[in-house]
């Protein structure tokens, strides 16, 4: 089995990546990244090629703010770059959104194209957000209708489309794909780095977390409705950038006892899950957060909504808690209801930690896609 690779980015490409080079299965990795960046973070001789210019151009304009979105022209100069540097393989494995060029090709040459589909279903994705940005009073920034209709087509084009979830796979589903066209895979998690540590003796308050961008999509408005609710030693932790024009909305909402963090590192990152007694994903669209995996790891009590994809890294309270996206009155009920048990988040935080580390590793995660691959393949012939 021999497999190429193709993302405009990173995602969760390097790690798949990765485990098919420890495999002996990959054949190429392309990237917008850098290569001597790229290889951080994958096996000695990983074969890359890359475009870096075309992520240089993604950062300019995401620092800068300079102009229109660059996005429609990195897909389709990402697509024709991979076209043109793809090699022999049994498999193409791109990322949704900057793959036709190349699945013309693939196709023409009779490999089999996997597309790698992080959230819901375009279509869906945006149907959630602009009903989500409408009941806050912000506009929702329609996606590129060139970028959707790229995605339609790779949709049509594809062998297999994998997701990360149930409420991703379902997305599909809905609008008629075959199930056998849809398969989910789980992603993983950096056991070494995320992992439960006794709590320190010198704790100032009790703190719920939250991880991720601080706006609309991640539920944060409910969150701040659910948290009002807690008793006055509790404090929130936003930890994440904040989305552009969510300040005006978060300033509407309760915000006492709510401390914004911003952009944490790595290390800082993995030190605020273990400073926490409750971590909490309310989104109203996703595939699967690996935040969430994150604070499992960390032996951290999690509340999720159905739209993060905890269901299928965790029993609804036996790993976690699960609630209805955009429900503030439930999320409420559910962090009250840990708040109050101490016995309950630590018996949560420990099954979270156990079911993450016999499942949820990176190498899990790969041998569920090397798994998904074969199938496919061997479907295909």
């Known amino acids: 089995m021999k497999i190429a690779v193709a993302t405009h980015g990173r995602f969760h490409a390097f790690e798949l990546a990765g485990c098919l080079q420890r495999a002996g299965f990959l054949v190429q990795l392309a990237t917008t990244y850098p290569a001597f960046i790229a290889r951080r973070f994958l096996p000695p001789g990983t074969p890359i090629v890359a475009a870096p210019w075309l992520e240089a151009l993604r950062r300019a304009h995401a620092w800068t703010g300079i102009g229109s979105s660059p996005d429609f022209m990195i897909a389709r100069a990402f697509g024709r770059f991979s076209a043109r540097h793809l090699p022999d393989a049994d498999a193409l494995v791109t990322w949704s959104g900057a793959g036709i060029e190349a699945i013309g090709e693939a196709k023409r040459r009779g490999m089999t194209v996997v597309i790698e589909r992080g959230s819901t279903h375009i279509v869906q994705q945006s149907e959630i957000l602009r009903g989500g940005f409408a009941r806050w009073g912000l506009p929702w920034p329609e996606t590129d209708a060139r970028l959707v209709e790229r995605e339609l087509v790779e949709y ?144 951290l009590p999690v509340i999720a909504s159905r739209a993060t994809g905890g269901q299928d890294v965790g029993g609804d309270g036996r790993e976690l808690l699960i609630v209805p996206p955009g429900d503030s009155s439930a999320l409420g009920d559910a962090l009250c209801r840990l708040a109050g048990d101490h016995d309950l988040r630590r018996a949560l935080g420990a099954a979270a930690a156990m079911r993450v580390a016999a499942g949820f590793s990176w190498d899990d995660y790969g041998r569920r896609a090397i798994g998904i691959l074969r199938e496919c393949l061997a479907r295909k012939s």
């Open 156 to 299: 049509d084009a594809a062998d297999l489309i994998v997701t990360g979830s149930t409420f991703a796979r379902e997305s599909f589903l809905a609008r008629g794909f075959a199930v056998k066209r849809i398969a989910i895979n789980p992603y993983g998690v950096d056991l070494a780095r995320f992992h439960p540590e006794p709590p320190s003796a010198a704790r100032r308050e009790k703190r719920v977390l939250f991880v991720g961008e601080v706006g609309i999509r991640k539920g944060v408005p409910w969150l701040l409705e659910a948290f009002a609710c807690l008793p006055s030693d509790w404090t929130l932790h936003l930890v994440g950038p904040m989305a552009p024009g969510f300040r005006d909305v978060l300033v509407r909402l309760p915000h006492e006892r709510v401390v914004v963090r911003g952009v944490l590192s790595r290390e800082a990152l993995a030190e605020a899950y273990r400073e926490a007694d409750i971590f909490c994903l309310p989104s109203i669209e996703e595939g699967l957060a690996l935040v969430i995996l994150q604070a499992m790891a960390s032996g």
